[in-house]
């Protein structure tokens, strides 16, 4: 099972304040998918990380996993720290939606 560390370290490592759930399973080489998925909802219960949920733009990725997680920093107030991260989660998905818009086109 993934831990608190290892997932935390994947944000360090890249030095990204937030990734997609099937890039931070991608860095862990994680293959049991619901194991990373429980010890997600644990962390984000602890307030360790927080998941932001999109909807898919597009039918075509209805099954996609489009969850975005993003480390709540223990060193910051906690107001501060859920904001950044909610900031962090949010940038992504419109660095993401706006790259996927730019180049989809439906047939």
Do not use: K
Request: proline share 7%; net charge negative.
């Amino acid at each position: 099972m993934t831990t608190v560390d290892e997932i935390l370290a994947v944000f360090r490592r890249q030095r990204v304040p937030a990734l997609f759930v099937s890039e931070l399973a991608h860095a862990l080489q994680a293959r049991d998918g619901p194991a990373l998925d429980a010890q997600l909802e644990h962390l984000t219960a602890a307030g360790t990380i927080l998941i932001a949920d999109h909807g898919a733009p597009d039918p075509h990725l209805a099954e996609t996993d489009l969850r975005i997680v993003a480390p709540v920093a223990a060193d910051r107030p906690r107001p501060d720290a859920e904001a950044a991260a909610a900031d962090a989660a949010e940038s992504l998905w419109n660095t993401w939606l706006a790259g996927f818009l730019r180049s989809h086109r439906c047939q």
